[in-house]
């Protein structure tokens, strides 16, 4: 296993074999084979009564067709944005030295991952993240928060802030798209609590063999994702068979519903299964906000039409449904690393077979 950074990977000229993926993991579709068939919805009027109908029918279809839709004119200081931007790479650009200080290594929680975070996965991610624990905020572990930039810290506060309130009128148009009272998302989720990550994924030599972030769903309420202009999130909704490039938007936020937010609607709405994938010219950013409930909130659905069949089958705590959504990813990584053995042997038996067959003739 090697223990070097992606981003000091990227600069050889062929790919460790640590992340090469299995045929059907890779990237069908290019990183900037753009799509626009995820909505692009604006916010503006959502306070107002004579357009907030209109906005949040927008929003219902979009989480009914896709469970992703990207929003602009959502109010947050794009002066704020380019700042948190602009420090993120900042920081990713810093030595590996730097950087490992902060290193997530043995379980810390918060601060630099390089690469993946699962055990037992067909292969490594392209990528670099760097975690903050941000709500509650008497939960924060400021040590874990990297010193360098200058800055970076004061800026992911208030970034984290606002991230908090815009989450919160998504989570209001959730409750009211159900029929219920505004707060009743909120309510069921007990405590809101808040993870932001900060995605680098450097140049790739062999882009098509990999990708940056392997296909998952998010595992809470709602995700709110900010992507740079280079391209390379991908979304399906047919359970991986066609694959679609997210078209970025300058100053659009990507809003995408979790696998709570799925069963608190009873399936109503999608959960988007995505990935991320890499390319060999640009490197590239994605800053992503998790909005999680509380460990002790209970994974039930709020509202059951009639004759409808609750999606769940037991009521668990979001904390027992986090670790099962997790270890999935672990079972399903471990099943591809047997299947591939498998074919393997079969290849070896079957090359020995012909091998034998020609020294006869
Ligand atoms: O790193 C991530 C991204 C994302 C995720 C990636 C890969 C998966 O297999 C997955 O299930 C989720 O969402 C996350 C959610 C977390 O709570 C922590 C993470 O590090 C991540
Ligand atoms: O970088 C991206 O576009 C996707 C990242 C992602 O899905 C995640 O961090 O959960
Ligand atoms: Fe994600």
New binding site residues.
Partial sequence: MCSKTVSSLSKEKTMNSDFVRDEDERPKVAYNQFSNDIPVISLAGLDLDGSRLEICSKIVKAFEDWGIFQVVDHGIDSALISEMTRLSRVFFALPDEEKLRYDTTGGKRGGF?NST??QGDSAKDWRE?V?YLTYPINARDYSRWPDKPDGWRSITEAYSEKMMALSCKLLEVLSEAMGLEKEAVAKACVDLEQ?V?V?YYPTCPEPGLTLG??R?????AITILLQDQVGGLQATRDGGKTWITVEPVEGAFVVNLGDYGHYLCNGRFKTADHQAVVNSTSTRMSI?T?LYPAPSALVYPLKIKEGEKAVVEETITFAEM?KR??SR?VEGASQRILAKEKRLQEKATMDMQSKNADIKM
């Fill in positions: 991952t975070h699962l993240f975690t993870k990550i995605n972030c392997r998952h769903s998010d595992p809470g992503v998790f986090y959504h997790m990813h």
